[in-house]
């Protein structure tokens, strides 16, 4: 079995893509997990490069560099936590729930995390939170307050703050105007 690290990985259609472009490609997968494919059975007529190739086509890339596969999966983590609804339990912090995941001291993710993508985990989190609120908000089916609670916030006022700081408006100017949402791949 090899495990290949894979960057670009950020939903479930990211995981069907990837296994339906690997697949053609005659390799045989296993587990998927956003930012990692287990590789079953890999036929000696397929090149790394091929499957490089294939899945930069689908704007993907295979990952090399250990250390920047585990900012990958840091980062898939926080996705699945905030987008899609695979939460850590209420008792854990952020910081417990990546050590008891990834196996790796906080300390050494979060520096790790910072050198490799010049921002802090708590900023990446925050951004990934606002990019759902502007998903939720113009939905139009929860209230805002809702949303806040809904993303792990302890109230309106400090969700406000952070949704502003980073959307340059409030939540209630973006539901009036919903412009600026980013790629969750982006951020």
Request: with cysteine; glycine share 6%.
């Amino acid at each position: 079995m090899t495990e290949l690290p894979i960057k670009g990985m950020v939903c479930d259609r990211c995981r069907r893509t990837v296994e339906r472009d690997l697949n053609q490609l005659g390799l045989t997968t296993g587990a998927i997990d956003l930012g990692r494919v287990e590789i079953l059975n890999w036929p000696e007529s397929v090149s790394r490069d091929m499957v490089r190739t294939a899945l930069q086509a689908e704007g993907f890339d295979l990952i090399e560099d250990p250390k920047a596969s585990l900012v990958e999966q840091i980062k898939g983590l926080l996705v699945n936590e905030v987008h899609h609804a695979q939460k850590r339990p209420e008792h854990q912090n952020v910081s417990d729930f990546l050590r008891h995941k990834l196996g790796y001291d906080y300390s050494y993710l979060s520096q790790l995390f910072s050198t490799q993508t010049g921002t802090t985990i708590e900023r990446f989190l925050i951004a990934q939170k606002v990019e759902r609120a502007k998903e939720l908000l113009q939905d139009g089916e929860q209230s805002i307050s809702d949303i806040a609670f809904e993303l792990g916030y302890s109230s309106v006022p400090h969700f406000t703050s952070q949704f502003r700081n980073l959307a340059g408006r409030t939540p209630a100017q973006f539901r009036k105007s919903p412009t600026g949402r980013q790629t969750l791949d982006t951020l």
